[in-house]
């Protein structure tokens, strides 16, 4: 427990630093190094030995970086991956993730990889920080809100201690922690108000569930591997994917909708 107590404070320490303290450039290259471990995780979840699991990671840093410099592709990916998190996944995770779709699985590692990279560059560090936030509270609210009042699982062959009561307490924790951005973040509240409020709560409510569907994913993922972790960089945590995963899914939505208010 106190290995990943310390491992948690120094991801958050390093984060914090990163987002505030270097310039634009340096920053995309901490958010390239993330896409290229993760995918390099993804590609050995996938069966790709060592060597083709590095070449993967190469390959969506490529991408990453590919697409960040080239005019409005980033806005084309991030559309591209909120309908695969929101229309795709949850069709796939209903029918069953299998190792006989490691081909396809290692093309959503890029559809779910390369354009949250590009959503942590879309958006200032104050709003990155605040759609982590986010993500970080629906994570903590389902998983104590199921170990207090689960009962009914929500996907039992995917993620068994995943429950119905964890995701309603995640998505009432995270209204209450959109209500609360909205009256102290200044640019937000000029733009939350009146009729504003419905469609700004409603997007709060589909960002939660687009992150735990990008658990549920990762999990299922996992699952089809016969992983527990999908790595061992991170003592006590496992690997990156296991701190992403929900961020991975939420990243390319988030940058959309604060765009869309234009509040980024």
């Known amino acids: 427990m106190l290995t990943r107590v310390l491992t948690a404070a120094a991801l958050i320490a390093a984060l914090l630093a990163a987002l505030f303290l270097l310039e634009r450039a340096a920053f995309a290259a901490v958010a390239g190094a993330i896409v290229a471990l993760a995918g390099f995780e993804w590609g050995r979840l996938t069966g790709m030995r060592p060597g083709g699991a590095i070449a993967y990671g190469g390959a969506c840093l490529a991408g990453f970086a590919g697409l960040a410099a080239w005019g409005g592709a980033p806005a084309v990916a991030l559309w591209a991956a909120a309908l695969f998190w929101i229309a795709i996944v949850p069709w796939w995770l209903a029918r069953g993730v299998a190792p006989t779709q490691r081909p396809w699985l290692r093309a959503a590692g890029f559809a779910a990889l390369v354009p949250a990279g590009l959503g942590m560059l879309a958006l200032s560090p104050q ?138």
Do not use: N
Request: hydrophobic share 55%.
């Open 127 to 264: 709003r990155l920080l605040m759609l982590l936030g986010l993500v970080w509270i629906a994570d903590s609210a389902a998983y104590f809100a199921g170990r207090a009042f689960g009962r009914r699982r929500l996907a039992p062959s995917i993620s068994p201690g995943k429950t119905w009561e964890g995701a309603a307490g995640a998505a009432a924790l995270c209204l209450i922690y959109a209500i609360i951005c909205a009256l102290l973040d200044p640019a937000l509240a000029a733009r939350v108000r009146g009729a504003a409020w419905a469609p700004y709560l409603a997007a709060a409510a589909l960002l939660c569930a687009v992150s735990i569907a990008g658990d549920l994913f990762e999990s299922a993922l996992k699952r089809q591997a016969g992983a527990k972790d999908s790595g061992a960089l991170l003592p006590g945590h496992g690997g990156v994917l296991d701190r992403i995963d929900s961020a991975t899914a939420t990243l390319p939505l988030g940058a959309l909708l604060m765009h869309g208010m234009g509040a980024t």
